[in-house]
């Protein structure tokens, strides 16, 4: 924090600024690693929900447990999260902003197809 400080200040000579842009880049790139192993693991947590909810022994369980209002919310946080990677990405000419884009498409895709999948229980369905 003693650099970033002197960073502000503009005190730092050339191999200080070059050795701290350095450490942040390799904070950033661990941060990305981080995000993308998170978003693997939330893609692989959502498929094995879509593959339980495909089945007529959990999908009731899943129904009564209020996951559908669990689910519409993450779906609306997906398309939110969508919007927001699509305006950066085109802002910048950053391939990393299409792959989160694409990784959030997979995401909202997996948990439409489960909320479809929970519909399809009679007993979910709102009367009209």
Known sequence: DVMAEKRRNRQLDYMQKKEMDRMEHLQARDWVQWKADFGRLALVSLLTLQNLSCSPLFRPVLVQKGFGAVLAALIRKLSRAEK?????????????????VTEVGEQQLVALKTAYNLSLDADSRVPL
């Open 84 to 100: 927001h990677l699509n305006f950066l990405a085109m802002m910048q000419s950053g391939q990393m902003m299409t792959m989160l």
